[in-house]
Nanobody, 115 residues
Framework: QVQLVESGGGLVQPGGSLRLSCASS????????MGWYRQAPGGQREFVAR???????FYKSAVEGRFTISRDVDKNTVYLQMNNLKPEDTAVYYC?????????WGQGTQVTVSS
């Protein structure tokens, strides 16, 4: 079992920045994919970003250029740096860990972008 704990969400004004963190109870090195989905109020869960071993980061087109996914292997933590936030970024953000057998999810962290 993998436990994922997200943090860093909150309320921010349009144009502001937040950095989300996802701490994994298991190693994130090796053949593991980690990333983020989000679900807006009344909306569908949608892919945001992922980082696979040995691959370049991949992003939803709507966030590319504004969001950056990164990892710290020593801390077993994945980050999502979110810049120039827009109201449409408002959602619960969920971290995931995919070991190609199972996909594990965090509990989510709320991001609200509002003036």
């Amino acid at each position: 079992q993998v436990q994922l704990v997200e943090s860093g969400g909150g309320l921010v004004q349009p144009g502001g920045s937040l950095r989300l963190s996802c701490a994994s109870s298991r190693s994130i090195s090796g053949v593991v994919v980690m990333g983020w989905y989000r679900q807006a109020p009344g909306g569908q869960r949608e892919f945001v970003a992922r980082l696979a071993a040995g691959a370049a980061p991949f992003y939803k087109s709507a966030v590319e250029g504004r969001f950056t996914i990164s990892r710290d292997v020593d801390k077993n933590t994945v980050y999502l740096q979110m810049n120039n936030l827009k109201p449409e970024d408002t959602a619960v953000y969920y971290c995931y860990y995919d070991d190609y057998r199972n996909k594990y999810w965090g509990q989510g962290t709320q991001v609200t972008v509002s003036s």
